[in-house]
Every structure is written in C-alpha cells, then in structure tokens.
C-alpha cells in the first residue's frame, strides 16, 4: 500500500512571494491533515478535512494561509505572502476517518523563507 | 504554559541501556495517549498508542499512563542504534482526532 505522498520535498523562496504544498492521501482514507513542524517543536494542526469539508481550521492563519481538497481526495495548502517565521516542514497525514485510527505522515515539505 | 511539555533532550545512551522518555500535559481532559518516532527527514511513525491510565507493552517498548500525575512515559529496552531518532508524545481529546504533540527529544543510541 503507497503511503502519503507530498510535493515538492523541498522549497525556497523569498518572502512575500506566494508558495503552494501537495498532498495524495492513502487511497481510502477519508482524513486528511496538514500539520506545521517548526524546528525543534512537535507538529502543530493547521487544518483538518473529512472528505472535502473542514473539520477543524482554529490554528490556521487564514490571512495568509488556504488549503482546499478537492473531490475529497489530493488537497492543496498555499501561503501567500509567505513570511520568516513561516520556515518550517509542512507535514501532510491521513487516516481512514471512522474513528480513533492510526494517523499516517507524509514525508513533509520543507520551507525555507529568505 | 504549553498544553504538552517534553524535555527536547538531546539524550545519547550507549547501546542496550534502558531509555526512558517522558511527557507531562495540563489539560486532564486528554483521554488518548501516543508515541511517535520520527527519522531524520521523514514523517512521524505511530509507536505506541494507550487509551486513559495503565500500561502497554510492545516488544522491547513499554508506554505507561499516569492521569493522575499527567505524566506520561515510554521505555525502550535493549536499545538499538536504529533507535536513534526524535520521539514525540502525542495525545488527543474524546471525540476528537485531533493530535497534540510535545516537542520532541532527540535519542542517539551509541553503539
């Protein structure tokens, strides 16, 4: 079974510049998390749909910070503009989305802001 | 205060002694309790996973629940060098999927 796949693994940009993250889910899995990963702190919820509605957006910054998931399935996260402290590893998880199951992570996006 | 606290180590051990790593939390409404490995550029790995106070082993890993201390810990035997990595404790509320992580500690097992 592929696990959670993202795009890129790795991203520079300037700041005020825009950037844009994607995730494929484990085929099935109607969850679907982003997660912020700053270094040397524990992954922090950005975002959770259930299929293609949102669950749980409170510790987003929705001045600058989107994420949709269309058809419920690959979902997308954007920045704009982007700013310093935005530096961090962008990790992407899903499960199956009937009740207290396992979480599984993408290998994260790594974002650095200049 | 953060909801989850977790000493960021870094913590190095020789191969085979018995590590011990810990968490303590605020919140006494968490109810869901986990452990998560994470490699060096990768993706946390579900680990443990206990459900309210008491004890769960898992080959050489033991996950231990105190609510009443809000304290949680996990134990690794015989540790490995392909132990080395970031543990990260986790918890969730009732109802809710919802993870909270501490920050992590850094293991390094020397061989």
């Known amino acids: 079974e592929a696990g959670v796949a993202q795009s890129p693994r790795y991203k520079i940009i300037e700041k005020r510049q825009s950037v844009a993250f994607w995730c494929n889910p484990i085929?099935?899995?109607?969850?679907l998390y982003w997660y912020q990963q700053i270094l040397g702190q524990g992954p922090k919820l950005l975002i959770q749909f259930q299929n293609n509605g949102v669950v749980d957006d409170s510790q987003l910054p929705k001045d600058r910070f989107s994420a949709e998931r269309l058809k419920g399935v690959d979902s997308t996260l954007k920045i704009q503009p982007a700013k310093l402290e935005d530096s961090a590893v962008y990790l992407c998880?899903?499960?199956?989305?009937?009740?207290?199951?396992?979480?599984?992570f993408g290998p994260g996006t790594r974002l650095l802001v200049l | 205060q953060k909801e989850v606290e977790q000493d960021p180590g870094p913590l190095s051990v020789p191969e085979g002694a018995i590590v011990s790593l810990n968490c303590t939390y605020s919140n006494s409404a968490f109810q869901y309790f986990m452990w998560y490995r994470q490699y060096s550029r990768k993706g946390p790995e579900l680990l443990m996973y206990?459900?309210?106070?008491g004890n769960k082993e898992d080959g050489r890993f033991t996950a231990q629940v105190d609510k009443s201390s809000k304290y949680i810990s996990l134990f690794i035997r015989d540790s490995q060098p392909s132990d080395s990595a970031t543990y990260l404790c986790a918890m969730s509320f009732q109802g809710a999927q919802k993870l909270v992580f501490g920050q992590g500690t850094r293991l390094t097992i020397n061989p």
């Open positions: 206990t459900y309210s106070s």
């Open positions: 998880a899903s499960s199956k989305g009937t009740g207290k199951e396992t979480q599984y």
């Open positions: 085929s099935g899995h109607a969850t």
